[in-house]
């Protein structure tokens, strides 16, 4: 549980990055009339995805002073030793579950297994909701399907070039987890439409 709060909390600095960044533009840019509640959602979906983003294809980097000469830098890792790309699907999830990773000692192997299970599951599912609110060509199942595997796809392809891992099973369950938002999404739109009934 530790494991997720520390990304949790690594995100909101982004997230919050986003929703000032969006707030910006519609009020500088778009000049149109509000509708609020399409506004906050809006706003809220950009915000999830420099969140998204900040996990997921930003590259580590190490911004910082230096102490010998008092000048600022930036240091960006696009290189890891135990980056890896994995096409076979559920092996990875398999050995994480069997202890058989070979980059996490045994005592942390459970909590990584959960965290990578979790994470990749729930960290989409908000685009499943928030998609088919803001855009009603994608409320359909398949599209949302469709969706899922792209965003992820590009996800991991982006993620062989900043040194991380890609892993076919971050895929499959990406887009379960974009299923998951959308079913969600389905159950609040039935809920208003019978309340507004």
Do not use: H
Request: proline share 3%; with cysteine; aromatic share 14%.
């Amino acid at each position: 549980m530790r494991m997720i709060m520390q990304y949790l909390w690594n995100m909101i600095p982004y997230c919050v990055f986003g929703l000032f960044a969006y707030a910006v533009i519609r009020v500088v840019f778009i000049r149109k009339k509000i509708n609020w509640k399409r506004e906050i959602v809006t706003g809220l979906f950009v915000a999830y995805c420099f969140g998204l983003a900040s996990q997921t294809i930003v590259p580590r980097f190490d911004i910082g002073i230096n102490s010998a000469t008092g000048k600022p830098y930036i240091d960006v890792f696009l290189n890891n030793d135990n980056a890896s790309v994995s096409l076979i699907p559920f092996k990875t999830i398999a050995d994480q579950m069997a202890n058989k990773n070979e980059v996490v000692g045994a005592e942390d192997a459970a909590d990584v297994s959960l965290l990578n299970l979790l994470a990749n599951l729930f960290l989409f599912s908000p685009l499943g909701f928030f998609v088919p609110w803001l855009f009603d060509k994608y409320n359909r199942l398949g599209r949302i399907v469709i969706l899922g595997i792209a965003v992820s796809s590009a996800v991991e392809i982006i993620q062989i070039f900043i040194g991380r891992s890609c892993d076919i099973d971050d895929v499959i369950f990406n887009t379960v987890g974009v299923v998951i938002g959308y079913v969600v999404y389905k159950v609040y739109r039935n809920i208003r439409l019978r309340r507004g009934a």
